[in-house]
Nanobody
Framework: QVQVVESGGGSVQAGGSLRLSCVAS?????????MMWYRQAPGKGREFVSD???????SYADSVTGRFSISQNNIKNTVYLQMNSLKPEDTAMYYC??????????????WGQGTQVTVSS
């Protein structure tokens, strides 16, 4: 099955930057994979942050548009989230999700264990 590992979290001051990485393995060559980021603050629900489809099309939550950028490596097994102008409200556990789909492919989601981002004021 697909394995997902996030890294790059840490503690920064407001206005700082971090780059998160998500590395996936175990892809089935005939399937398509969308890669996306979610986040969850303590006591709150998990919310969508950003995603990038298998064709490279990105999208962003309104709360991060203009500050965060999502990108992939050339073979599309790694997704990055560049986070700039960080705010205290960005503090959360950030999770990478890989969405498997396509003809003759089982529609499944694969989650990483998360990487913590803490932004102090």
């Amino acid at each position: 099955q697909v394995q997902v590992v996030e890294s790059g979290g840490g503690s920064v001051q407001a206005g700082g930057s971090l780059r998160l990485s998500c590395v996936a393995s175990g892809f089935i060559s005939r399937c398509n994979y969308d890669m996306m980021w979610y986040r969850q603050a303590p006591g709150k629900g998990r919310e969508f942050v950003s995603d990038i489809e298998s064709n490279g099309r990105p999208s962003y939550a309104d709360s991060v548009t203009g500050r965060f950028s999502i990108s992939q490596n050339n073979i599309k097994n790694t997704v990055y989230l560049q986070m700039n102008s960080l705010k205290p409200e960005d503090t959360a556990m950030y999770y990478c999700k890989i969405q498997q789909r396509g003809w003759l492919c089982r529609a499944e989601d694969y989650w990483g264990q998360g990487t913590q981002v803490t932004v102090s004021s």
